[in-house]
């Protein structure tokens, strides 16, 4: 008699510990058949970006090395997802398919069509909670909607998650008869031609065993000084979890238990439940990824200039905190988070380009790029989203690099030209921040004008440069 066998559709749940999926199919003892589908079509408007697509390729590497560690193995296959499945399923003679949820539009658009083909076929499904704490249609305020405000959901997560304690990784995992065929690593051409990724390589170490040093490293160094070291770019004072986290590598719920259960950090706390926020966020309103939540702002009088969006994405902007980030992210993947929001404010109010070509940029050159926290955040800076977050609120670049960078540590090292040292001189201020604040300001008053009336008044002028 042939062993039954349950496909694992790994999705970005890249581990063993507390993998749910997994770890219910090696508990039902049959033969385990780790799957990963590259399907970028399927991803909708938002397929993978260039700085993930890296990442990706050494994190499927990792994860397959440590199943092989279980005497098994990861099967990469080309989709689209339900072909695949049932192509596979008829090859390994699976009875059930095991896989965790995505929230993004386009992969629960994928799910609910794999679900519905399978079953049709006749094999079992069993979806999982992988990546949040709590699954987002089940939080709900009092009056049975989403929240729109992050410290209402924040305190509802307290309150009523029951996130559990995380799962073991298995010890062990049956190998079917036949492994099903597949594609080499190599074969989906993650890595592009020009290794211009090697900044990355130096900086990462994608995969789970990366993910938990990093998480260990976070906990003996940074954790105590985190409530103030967070806000300071010349410091490693941020948990840089977020891509690991988006992979899937570590979970929240990891993450979440290991705090809570004797090293208590609120301020850090809350961050994991910004990042659920923007996952209740996109589950409730899934259009908000290319649309303003506060619908007034579509008709906000964004500017076209290409020249100044092209300034702003090669950090040539003489702001030197913005062009320090954006040098940042693109010789490592990542920006810390206070210039993050830096940045994006010149973007949207000195600039007045759209938010959506801001993360649109972030989407392609971030490491740790998520469809949740990327929207909620830029829509959030943008004043167009949730939250206390107006767009009359308009970070001054050099007020933000005197308050969080007094030496300079941190411009110059990614703004050599500061120094000297640049292969170039160091260019004038593409916009003057003082006219362009209040030609924001004045966009924003022509807005409310036709009848969209901000949620508060404006605070005072200093105040407001924050």
């Not at 990442?55 to 990861?74: I, T, Y």
């Not at 659920?276 to 899934?286: A, D, M, R, S, T």
């Not at 830096?342 to 801001?358: E, H, I, T, Y």
Request: glycine content about 8%; hydrophobic content about 45%; proline content about 8%.
């Amino acid at each position: 008699m042939h062993r039954a066998a349950t496909i694992v559709w790994l999705r970005q749940d890249l581990r063993l510990r507390d993998n749910p999926a997994l770890h219910a199919a090696a508990a039902r003892g049959d033969a385990v058949i780790p799957l990963y589908i590259w399907s970028p079509e399927e991803e909708g408007a938002w397929p993978i970006g260039a700085a993930q697509r890296w990442w990706l390729h050494e994190s499927l590497g990792e994860l397959d090395r440590s199943l092989r560690s279980l005497g098994s193995r990861l099967t990469i296959a080309r989709g689209p997802a339900l072909p695949t499945l049932l192509s596979v399923a008829a090859e390994t003679g699976a009875r059930a398919v095991h896989w965790s949820e995505r929230y993004e539009p386009a992969a629960v658009a994928v799910a609910a069509r794999v679900a519905a083909g399978l079953a049709k076929a006749g094999i079992e499904v069993r979806r999982f909670n992988s990546a949040v704490l709590a699954e987002p249609a089940t939080l709900l305020s009092g009056e049975r909607r989403p929240y729109r405000v992050y410290s209402a959901l924040f305190r509802a997560l307290l309150e009523r998650a029951d996130p559990g304690a995380p799962l073991p990784a298995p010890t062990q995992l049956r190998r079917p008869r036949a492994w099903p065929g597949g594609v080499a690593r190599a074969a989906l051409g993650l890595l592009p031609a020009i290794g211009w990724y090697a900044g990355m390589a130096r900086c990462w170490r994608p995969g789970e065993a990366g993910a938990r040093e990093q998480f260990e490293r976070f906990l003996d160094t940074a954790l105590a000084g985190y409530d103030e070291s967070r806000n300071l770019p010349s410091v490693r004072g941020t948990s840089r979890l977020s891509p690991h986290l988006h992979f899937g590598e570590i979970s929240a719920r990891e993450i979440w238990h290991a705090l809570a259960r004797g090293r208590r950090a609120p301020t850090f706390l809350g961050e994991l439940g910004w990042r659920e926020f923007g996952y209740h966020l996109l589950h409730h309103f899934p259009d908000t990824t290319d649309r303003p939540l506060r619908r007034e702002f579509a008709r906000f009088p964004w500017k076209a200039d290409r020249a100044h969006l092209r300034a702003w994405q090669q950090g040539r902007t003489g702001l030197p905190l913005v062009d320090a980030g954006m040098r940042e992210l693109w010789a490592t993947g990542w920006m810390h988070n206070r210039v993050r929001m830096v940045a994006a404010s010149f973007l949207v109010k000195n600039l007045m380009l759209p938010w959506q070509q801001g993360a649109r940029w972030f989407w392609d050159t971030l490491v740790d790029a998520d469809l949740a926290s990327n929207t909620l955040n830029w829509q959030w800076v943008a004043g167009c989203g949730v939250d206390a977050a107006p767009f009359f609120r308009i970070f001054n670049p050099r007020a933000q690099a005197a308050r969080f960078d007094p030496l300079g540590h941190y411009t110059r090292q990614w703004v050599p030209e500061l120094s000297g040292t640049g292969t170039r001189p160091y260019p004038s201020p593409i916009v003057d921040l003082g006219q362009s604040r209040a030609a924001a300001l004045e966009a924003f008053q022509s807005l409310k004008a036709t009848g969209a009336e901000p949620r508060r008044k404006p605070p005072g002028a200093s105040a407001a440069r924050n």
